[in-house]
């Protein structure tokens, strides 16, 4: 309320000014009349003046608490406006009416009891001022006892009043304070939702300016994009095809729902447009960046696959059992050569493996623990050799393991490694190689910055790098007849054994998968 207390106090000052023209100016007659009392009058007039420049002077200092400010001013009032009109009594009405204004300004800003409390005192004033004069037998009696009393039932009908008028507008200051700081927390909420959002949004108006652009936006735009420190500018600068496309759907009402390219980076976009209002034709830009569907979609299709998968794992154990079991049955049989034994015992470790590589899938669907152990990974890596030259032949590739470690401890599921392993070795034999030559594939056993890792290394034609960053996407693959899953399946297996799996880069030419696993204890005897 301080600017209410400024506004009364220079109220005052102007009556302060009105009093000492009325007193010192060349027109006092016209103003005053007849004086009672001339050197109470200049006095008076010459204190309120100098009172009321150090009051309003006052009103702007925070520090002093308002109530007294405002008690303290009607009093000065009160007094000011009985002493003059004893002075000058036939200017009694005009102050009288002044003084009305200044008991109800004060009761605005004061509690009912103080406001109340200063027009009973300022009533009071006037009663003993009539009192005062009507009993001094003095010949100034042109003022009728009915205008005190109006008066004095005015200053009390105008506190209580203003007094419900101050309460009301306090209230109604409050509540809107309120309401405002409620809309203007929703504001941030909304534009923090609006920034925040993984959808592009701009808003443009009826002349391509863009009015406002949340960061999804700004990145689908690239560098080209609308500055939020700089210019404003417009979206046929920006992007003319966007630009084309909202001219179109302004003109007919449909939107084309091809995916545009966008920024300089070349972002696929879906974009969708609204009007803000049905009036005018700023419109709500909707960037729906089609990598986020793509992913989705991923998603999707893997919790699908991740189910179609575990029901074909179950199918193909019965099978596999029952050939698991048929082998095992001719292996006992002595009518079978050493040559046909061997080849019973390929088929049956096969078995195993397809089994295990069956439980790792179902494993995977089910998003299980990995169940890792203690293992050498140069033993490991060996024996892994062995089994896959059993079902790889020379002619396709030649595998040899590097290295010049006699053991390096790690932390992995073995049957996960197996898995990985195979994946990456089948990957090497079917694009690891130069035209008309096999496969040639190194597995090097090493240690790297502490942490135990198995590269897995051809001379083919290498990955080109524009693929490099979708290598373990699901479905992504550069074959016909692949899947796009071995690697992503590879890639999850270490991830679910705290493994890294990463593709590097080799300056010579050829591919290299590096697997980083955690270490583990040195392995005895």
């Known amino acids: 309320m301080r600017r209410e207390l400024y506004l009364l106090a220079l109220y005052r000052l ?209 560098e080209a994009g609308p500055d939020p420190e700089g210019p404003p500018r417009t979206l046929p600068q920006i992007s003319p095809a966007l630009a084309m496309r909202v001219a179109e759907w302004r003109r007919n009402g449909q939107s084309d729902d091809t995916p545009l390219t966008i920024g300089e980076d070349g972002n696929e976009v879906l974009p969708r447009f609204t009007r803000l ?104 890596v060996r024996s892994f050799i062995d089994d896959y030259r059993q079902t790889c032949p020379e002619d396709n590739a030649s595998l040899r393991q590097a290295g010049q470690r006699p053991e390096v401890p790690a932390m992995v599921d073995p049957r996960h490694l197996q898995q990985v392993l195979t994946s990456l070795a089948n990957n090497a034999v079917r694009h690891g190689h130069q035209p008309g030559e096999p496969a040639r594939i190194t597995i090097n056993v090493d240690m790297l910055d502490g942490r135990p890792v198995i590269e897995i290394s051809d001379r083919g034609p290498g990955i080109p790098d524009a693929v490099t960053a979708q290598l373990f996407r699901p479905f992504f693959t550069t074959s016909e007849q692949g899947t796009g899953l071995g690697l992503y399946i590879a890639h999850e297996l270490c991830r679910a054994n705290d493994a890294r799996l990463e593709y590097v880069p080799m300056p010579g030419g050829g591919a290299c998968f590096r697997i980083s696993l955690r270490g583990g204890s040195a392995m005895l005897g």
């Open 14 to 222: 102007l009556e302060a000014a009105l009093l000492a023209l009325a007193v010192f100016g060349p027109l006092r007659d016209v103003f005053g009349g007849e004086a009672r009392d001339m050197a109470l009058a200049a006095a008076v007039a010459a204190t309120y003046l100098l009172a009321s420049a150090v009051m309003l002077g006052l009103s702007q200092r925070t520090s002093l608490p308002l109530v007294a400010q405002v008690v303290f001013g009607l009093t000065v009032d009160i007094a000011v406006a009985t002493l003059a009109t004893h002075a000058l009594p036939h200017a009694g009405p005009g102050i009288a009416m002044m003084l009305l204004f200044n008991v109800g300004a004060a009761a605005l800003l004061l509690p009912l009891n103080l406001g109340l409390a200063g027009a009973a005192l300022a009533s009071a004033a006037l009663v003993v001022q009539y009192a005062v004069v009507l009993t001094g037998g003095n010949t100034f009696r042109d003022r009728p006892l009915a205008e005190v009393l109006m008066f004095s039932v005015s200053y009390l009908a105008l506190a209580t009043l203003t007094n419900f008028l101050g309460r009301d507008m306090r209230e109604s200051r409050d509540l809107a304070d309120r309401r405002g700081a409620e809309a203007a927390n929703l504001a941030e909420v909304n534009e923090l939702i609006i920034r925040r959002m993984r959808v592009g949004v701009l808003m443009v108006d009826g002349n391509g300016r863009i009015r406002m652009a949340n960061e999804a936006a700004r990145i689908l735009l690239g």
């Open 277 to 380: 209002l049905a009036t005018d034709d700023t419109t709500l830009i909707f960037l729906d960046d089609t990598a986020l569907v793509s992913r989705r979609a991923e998603s999707l299709t893997l919790a699908a696959m991740g189910r179609f998968s575990a029901s074909l794992a179950h199918e193909i154990r019965n099978p596999l059992a029952a050939i698991s079991y048929a082998t095992q049955l001719l292996e006992e049989s002595r009518d079978i050569g050493d040559s046909d034994r061997r080849l019973l015992q390929i088929v049956h470790q096969q078995c195993m493996r397809t089994n295990a590589i069956v439980e790792s899938v179902l494993g995977l669907a089910r998003r299980e623990r990995a169940q890792p152990e203690h293992v050498d990974l140069v033993g490991q």
